[in-house]
């Protein structure tokens, strides 16, 4: 499944660029998911969801593209679904790639649960994006919000079922759910007509998801897996305590394999079947975090990293506790005050 190769094309003027092939993986409904997405949150500040500047993301996500990333996961809320779009048609505008050669995930908003509400935002999230139809709609939360954020009773069944309807009415090719926990997912399982192919949830190695990614596989079921490198960058910009780049554990593994500590964190996902979404808007960053696929950690070198975990999530919506289908263990969240009601993913 893995089909790893590495194609280097010299371009005219003479400089060197390389093009990575991803693997894909196949999904429930016998279509295909690319083995890495581009994360495209840009984060948040006073005024909500970061939005792109001078079409900055349109421009890294056009790079990414000539890089050989394939596959893009956006949201709603994220405010990026335009520039992401807008990047996937020009490409295929200079005839870089075809529609079918790209992966786009998106998430339905919390508000926007209701039966008939699903439509319009399904419709809304096509308008932005410029495109005929997404690859995979994630329900972001199984939480229902009114418009003015107070919680709203709406079953994540019901939203399911119109999601349903997006398939049918070909808005998406497949429907899939985040930040849901096992008996959620399983009340899913046994009420739907379509399953859900994905799972995208928080995977780094300090929340190594053992149980909940090993449920999914058995329901065939794709893990995506969010905030990829975890402690090793700065969340919030604060460090927060876990393992650091300088970690010897992850230094010396990347030395063995000539690769960097976030290499072999990616690395880490991919070996447990679960599809990395490393964000960034660095040129020499997106080559870096593609560039994975010519290695292989061994079982023992999964356990080692296995190890760090502490079950610490960073997407811990503590505001919505709760509510009643509030996903997560109630536990005190790691990131201080000021910023808690600010998350908005
Ligand atoms: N479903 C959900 O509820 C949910 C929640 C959170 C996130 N997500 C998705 O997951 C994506 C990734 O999550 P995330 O942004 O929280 O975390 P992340 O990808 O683990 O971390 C992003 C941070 O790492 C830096 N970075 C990227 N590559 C690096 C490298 N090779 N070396 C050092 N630093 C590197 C980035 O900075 P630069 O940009 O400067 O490189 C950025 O500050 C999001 O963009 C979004 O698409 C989904």
Known sequence: MFRVSFILLLACCGAMSATIDVPMLKMLNDREMPAIALGTYLGFDKGGAVTSKDKQLRNVVM???DLGYRH???????????????AIRMKIDEGVIKREDVFLTTKLWNTHHKREQVAVAMKETLNKTGLDYV?????????ALNEDYSHS?????ETWRAMEEMVKLGYTKSIGL?????????????????????????????????????????????????????????RFGMDLPGPKMDDPVLTSLAKKYDKTPAQIVLRWLV?????????????????ENINIFDFKLKEEEIEKINQFNSNTRYTLPSFWQKHPFYPFDMVPNPIPDPFRSEIKS
């Open 135 to 143: 690859d995979l709609f994630l329900m972001h939360w199984p939480i």
């Open 72 to 86: 893009f996961d956006t949201a709603a809320i994220y405010n990026t679904e335009a520039e992401v779009g807008e």
């Open 178 to 234: 985040s930040n849901f926990n096992k008996l959620q997912v399983a009340t899913v399982l046994q009420e739907c007509t379509i399953k859900p192919v994905a799972l995208q949830i928080e995977v780094h190695p300090q929340i190594i998801q053992e149980d909940l990614i090993s449920y999914a596989k058995d329901e065939g079921i794709i893990v995506m897996g969010y905030s990829p490198f975890g402690s090793l960058v700065k």
């Open 153 to 157: 009773n709406t079953d994540y069944l």
């Open 63 to 65: 790079q990414a593209i």
């Open 271 to 287: 070996d447990r079947k679960v599809v990395p979404i490393p964000k960034t808007v660095s040129p020499k960053r997106l080559l």
